[in-house]
């Protein structure tokens, strides 16, 4: 009876590690949609553009003793899911994380030490912008896998209409446009924004600010982040020089950059993701209708950018294995590109930070879109990666709001804003 | 006589005995229930209120701050602004809800076709509330909603619903209103069924006409009834989240933002775990301070409903 049992129980283990059981499971985090993670796939489910499921299966394959498992939460899950999964015990090992995150992550001791082989591949083959956002204290916490910066994306058609045949180099030229390429209905209610910001959205509030601000001369904080700077004279001009467009009647608080692709916004400042939706809302007339260009500058040309990086979990308990297949879908070659960069470029729709993708995939990269972002990395800075950046974001969006409604001069919105970050910045920094 | 008190009170004592444990394990499952699912997250709530803590560490590795996150709140006009909100979104729908559903319910109670009209009424408290903030900003659109195209019709100026800050919360609460309509009208209904029709009658032989029926039988009978619903509406309107956070993310600043969007934004956005806790246990005190007052009112009034 012992023995039989003994043999039965060997059996199963034998069994077991055949099915997978002693495999190195991995749990990879995105917040990628659908498509992105499967594939694009033509009507008979072929897939057309690799997905990060098809990357994924291929590493398998080369090494049959790990398993990767994409858990895909949308962005506004996100940071949620980090935080409950570390609450709750499960974690997954190998996030794709906002640089804006990443100061508390890494405080609180969640992001495992890079090691130093891909510290050096990221200085070297990334561009500076990138490199920023995965940089935390001085030091790289993961390997940038997605820029984004912002740049004037207008609809040709609505500026050849109104006798403009070049988009505004400068923002006193868009100013003095804008109100030109706003319609009203009879009742007052604008039907064509001459430009369009949008109210509800962080990012879509603070980054064209931090843009205006930057193009100014200024900074919103001190560099060792002890004080926030947004008083300051170029402060203070950069959120007035955005106010003249709700004075002239260019655009209201009510305008959003989504109506875009319907034809009723003529100017907006936006990101390289969009480039979809807008080909999805123009059709076959979007090449003929959507045009992109710098951000119109006040002193000097200027944008802001963000990035995403990927990282492994401290209480990874299988951090080589994760580090292993990051080096290979970041910064292996694969002829000429890396897999993360075909998959960004060719999937995603973003700019791959890494140099190689971005020379290599020339065509993806230099169509009408997102050619004009690409150019403007060099005039890119960074989003600051600072403590509770997501908080400080709010906070600034609410008060530029505030302005752009006329319930406070740019001045007022500022130095109320200023008061609640410098408070924040007490708490961390002093 | 004694002798048989002498031998029953032991066996009835034993009975006794035998008979608590016996309720004890009948109420094991739900007190164990009540516990894990009541007791404790509360208990640890508070213990949170009293740390710095992002739920990134363990909360045994998180600073303790006393209760200077209660006296932070107390003090911040931000927090303070979405009591107010909160306080006025309350009040709104609350008494809007239930004076109309009231006026609704003895309409509809003996007019033809009373079932199809509580069916139709009723139809939006069974809808999800993100689904009406959605389909209700697109009514509120300024350029192309419904409700500028009606004034548009009749010569006035359209209206920013969703975006001027002092129009905002109003849009919202008259969403709520609208939404919370049908529930609050049928629990009327019902208490108008318990009205025997012979006070009726017998108040018409006295010449009474229909508004002092509706005065001086049916409201002062629905009382128990409308200070149900009174209580009840508070609490919920007091913790009001979706509405608002689905139509109000496009109002300026903090227009309408209410103290559980607060709690909300503040765990999960700025990642004050103990901040957003003793706010969830101020709104906690303030809801139930304002149910004891509004239990005290109507008793004041004579109503003492449900004991």
Redesign the interface.
């Known amino acids: 009876m012992k023995r039989s049992l003994v043999l039965l129980a060997v059996v199963l283990c034998v069994l077991l590690s055949f099915s997978g059981f002693g495999k190195t499971k991995l749990i990879f985090a995105v917040h990628w949609s659908d498509y992105q993670v499967e594939g694009v796939k033509d009507e008979n489910g072929n897939v057309v553009v690799k997905g990060l499921k098809q990357y994924i299966e291929e590493y398998q394959k080369l090494n049959p003793n790990v398993e990767i498992e994409i858990q895909s939460v949308p962005f506004d899950e996100y940071?949620?899911r980090?935080?409950?999964s570390?609450?709750s015990g499960v974690i997954a090992d190998i996030y794709v994380l906002y640089s804006l995150w990443g100061v508390?992550?890494v405080d609180?001791?969640?992001l495992d030490e890079v090691p130093k082989d891909v510290v050096s591949k990221v200085k070297s083959d990334f561009v500076k912008a990138a490199v920023d956002g995965a940089t935390i204290d001085k030091a790289i916490w993961g390997v940038p896998v997605e820029v984004a910066n912002y740049a004037l994306v207008y609809n040709k058609k609505l500026l050849q209409e109104a006798g403009f045949n070049e988009p505004p180099k400068t923002w006193d030229e868009l100013v003095a446009m804008a109100p030109k390429l706003t319609k009203r209905?009879p009742?007052?209610?604008?039907?064509q924004y001459g430009f369009a910001f949008l109210?509800?959205?962080d990012s879509a509030v603070v980054h064209p600010y931090l843009a205006l601000l930057y193009s100014n001369g200024g900074k919103p904080f001190k560099d060792d982040f002890t004080e926030c700077l947004l008083t300051s004279k170029e402060a203070i001009e950069a959120l007035e020089a955005e106010l003249k467009l709700f004075k002239n009647g260019a655009t209201d608080?009510?305008a959003?950059v989504w109506n875009f692709p319907t034809g009723k916004v003529a100017m907006m400042i936006m990101a390289p993701w969009y480039e979809t939706a807008l080909k999805l809302g123009f059709k076959d007339e979007y090449e003929a209708t959507v045009g992109v260009a710098p951000i119109p500058y006040l002193k000097k040309p200027a944008t802001v950018g963000y990035t995403w990086f990927i990282a492994v979990d401290s209480a990874s308990k299988n951090k080589k294995a994760a580090w292993d297949f990051i080096r290979w879908m970041t910064l292996q070659d694969a002829g000429g590109f890396t897999r993360m960069g075909e998959l960004m470029a060719k999937n995603i729709g973003s700019i791959p930070p890494n140099k190689k993708d971005i020379a290599f995939f020339k065509e993806e990269l230099n169509d009408l879109y997102t050619s004009a972002f690409v150019k403007e990395l060099e005039n890119t800075y960074q989003e600051p990666n600072i403590a509770?950046g997501?908080?400080i974001k709010?906070i600034l969006m609410?008060?530029i709001?505030?302005a752009?409604?006329g319930?406070k001069t740019a001045e007022q919105a500022l130095n109320d804003a200023k008061k609640q970050i410098d408070k924040i910045l007490e708490e961390f920094y002093k | 006589m004694a002798g048989l008190s002498e031998t029953k009170g032991p066996v009835r004592r034993k009975k006794l005995k035998t008979n608590t444990g016996a309720g004890y394990a009948f109420l094991a499952p739900a007190l164990l229930f009540y516990s894990i699912f009541f007791v404790y997250p509360v208990v640890f709530s508070l213990i949170v209120s009293t740390k710095r803590w992002?739920?990134?560490?363990p909360l045994s590795r998180a600073r303790s701050v006393g209760f200077s996150h209660y006296s932070y709140l107390l003090s911040d006009q931000v927090f303070l602004g979405v009591l107010r909100n909160t306080l006025i979104y309350a009040l709104a729908t609350v008494s809007l809800t239930i004076v109309i559903a009231l006026i609704l319910a003895v309409l509809i109670n003996n007019a033809k076709l009373s079932v199809l009209w509580r069916f139709i009424y009723f139809a939006p408290v069974v809808t999800p509330q993100v689904a009406i903030g959605t389909i209700w900003g697109y009514l509120y659109r300024?350029?192309n909603g419904l409700f500028?195209s009606i004034l548009?019709l009749f010569g006035m100026?359209?209206v920013?619903w969703l975006?001027d800050?002092n129009v905002a919360l109003f849009s919202i609460i008259i969403t709520a209103v609208w939404a919370g309509i049908g529930g609050s009208m049928l629990i009327i209904t019902a208490g108008l069924k318990n009205i025997p029709q012979d006070y009726y009658d017998a108040a018409k032989i006295d010449g009474a006409g229909p508004f002092r029926q509706f005065f001086y039988i049916t409201v002062p009978l629905l009382s128990p009834t409308l200070l149900f619903l009174t209580a009840t509406g508070f609490i919920g309107a007091w913790q009001v989240f979706d509405l608002p956070f689905t139509m109000g993310?496009?109002?300026?600043?903090?227009s309408v933002m209410t103290v559980s969007w607060y709690v909300y934004?503040t765990a999960?956005?700025?990642?004050?775990m103990g901040r957003a806790s003793a706010g969830a246990f101020l709104l906690f005190c303030v809801i139930f301070g304002f149910t004891l007052l509004i239990l005290w009112l109507f008793r004041r009034g004579g109503i003492k409903g449900y004991e």
């Open positions: 940071l949620k980090i935080l409950i570390h609450t508390q992550l609180s001791g969640i209905n009742d007052g209610t604008v039907a109210s509800g959205w608080p009510a959003s509770q997501q908080e709010t609410r008060e709001i505030e752009w409604n319930r | 992002n739920m990134l560490v300024p350029n500028n548009r100026k359209p920013y975006t800050p993310r496009n109002a300026p600043a903090r934004e999960f956005q700025s990642l004050r």
